[in-house]
């Protein structure tokens, strides 16, 4: 589910650089942010509740529309006994001005968080956040509190980083206790 292509990165690597579309779908931009009524209609019409997991991802960040995800996320519980998973980038709480985490339980089955970097300068350079170089430690400190709301954590990485990069990752990944993977 592509709910906007609004983001709070810049990432270099960023798909939406390079192609409209991806996995099947030609183009990602929308014209307009779909409303949760129109959602709802949208995962009817494809019979989405077949589905074994709904993805909320990009182009953009989902957790922008942090309210509408879980509003969307309750309605699908309630008619069908379906995982639920956000790609996010991880800075929800900055850009909600709060603590999220806890939104998310029983409603977010797994979380995956964009890490893409093994400390904060490398960080910043490569994804350029609209909330500086501190974003690191916000995305370290959201992925300890997230795994306490969620089933299932994953921090994830950009296979086109430095491989020691990638290994110090994967260690940071293990010390906080959540899965790991290099996409
Ligand atoms: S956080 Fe995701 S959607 Fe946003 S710029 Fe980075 S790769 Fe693209």
Redesign the pocket.
């Known amino acids: 589910m592509n709910l906007t292509n609004r983001?709070t990165?810049?990432?270099s690597f960023?798909v939406?650089q390079m192609t409209d579309g991806l996995g099947g779908a030609d183009n990602l931009w929308l014209e307009k942010e779909p409303s949760v009524e129109e959602v709802m209609k949208e995962l009817e019409r494809q019979r989405a509740y077949e589905y074994e997991e709904l993805i909320f991802c990009?182009?953009?960040?989902p957790s922008i529309r942090l309210n509408d995800v879980l509003e969307i996320s309750r309605r699908v519980k309630d008619k069908a006994d379906i995982k639920i998973r956000m790609n996010t980038?991880g800075l929800a709480d900055r850009i909600h001005g709060k603590r999220t985490a806890p939104m998310l339980e029983g409603l977010i089955d797994r979380v995956s968080v964009?890490l893409n970097e093994a400390d904060a300068e490398s960080y910043n350079e490569l994804?350029l956040p609209e909330f500086g170089v501190s974003s690191f430690d916000s995305i370290l400190a959201y992925i300890k509190d997230v795994k306490s709301f969620v089933q299932e954590t994953t921090v994830s990485v950009v296979g086109c980083i430095p491989a020691d990069h990638i290994e110090r990752c994967r260690q940071i990944a293990a010390e906080l206790g959540v899965g790991f993977k290099v996409r």
């Open positions: 983001c990165n810049r990432c960023c939406r990009g182009y953009g960040e980038n964009s994804c």
